[in-house]
């Protein structure tokens, strides 16, 4: 009745899109998010809005290409720099993505969007997943995880010496995490399988 009412609102019709995306029909939300998108064709959010519905339905390249368009419409938005650079890890473009990273604050952001992090895990580059966690450790020490995976991720590459020097700090500055993480240490000092 709204989009009755309101013809050409674009508004009305990216709401009856999140409605069918938010009850999975994936076709219903990607025609209604089409048609909010001839209404509005450069607003930022409707294109973001396609690109999610294009990744939902498994276009990765399709969503790549809306997130890259959105993203270029305002490079000071940082989710749409968050996600574009997301989808060029998950569609082979590693360097295209961590080409975006431009400052610290930036690395910051990046390190804390865990649908990012997933997609530069599941590149393969765990380089620049080592680069990730090592900002999630200085930002949230306190969370164990953190530690444990950055040591993981250092064992991963070969880096025994980086892993085991990730789990000694760990011990020192998380306390309740010492048993566990000496124990890591001293099994891959040993050569142990961890």
Do not use: H
């Not at 720099?81 to 890890?89: G, V, W």
């Not at 393969?124 to 950055?150: C, H, T």
């Amino acid at each position: 009745r709204l989009a009755k009412d309101k013809p050409g609102d674009a508004r009305v019709y990216v709401f009856i899109g999140s409605f069918y995306r938010a009850i999975g029909d994936l076709g219903g939300a990607e025609k209604y998010m089409d048609l909010a998108r001839e209404y509005s064709p450069r607003k930022q959010s409707i294109i973001a809005q396609q690109a999610i519905v294009a990744y939902s339905q498994g276009n990765l390249e399709k969503s790549r290409d809306l997130f890259a368009e959105a993203f270029e419409l305002d490079e000071r938005n940082d989710e749409a720099r968050e996600f574009y650079a997301a989808l060029l890890f998950l569609t082979g473009d590693a360097d295209k993505a961590k080409a975006l990273v431009e400052n610290e604050s930036i690395m910051e952001r990046f390190a804390a969007n865990d649908f990012l992090l997933n997609a530069a895990v599941q590149s393969g580059d765990n380089n620049f997943v080592i680069e990730m966690y090592k900002m999630r450790v200085k930002k949230n020490p306190e969370i164990d995880q953190n530690w444990a995976s950055l040591s993981f991720l250092y064992n991963q590459v070969g880096d025994k010496a980086g892993a085991v020097a990730t789990l000694k700090e760990a011990a020192e500055k998380r306390p309740s995490f010492s048993k566990i993480a000496l124990c890591i240490a001293g099994n891959i000092e040993a050569g142990k399988a961890v």
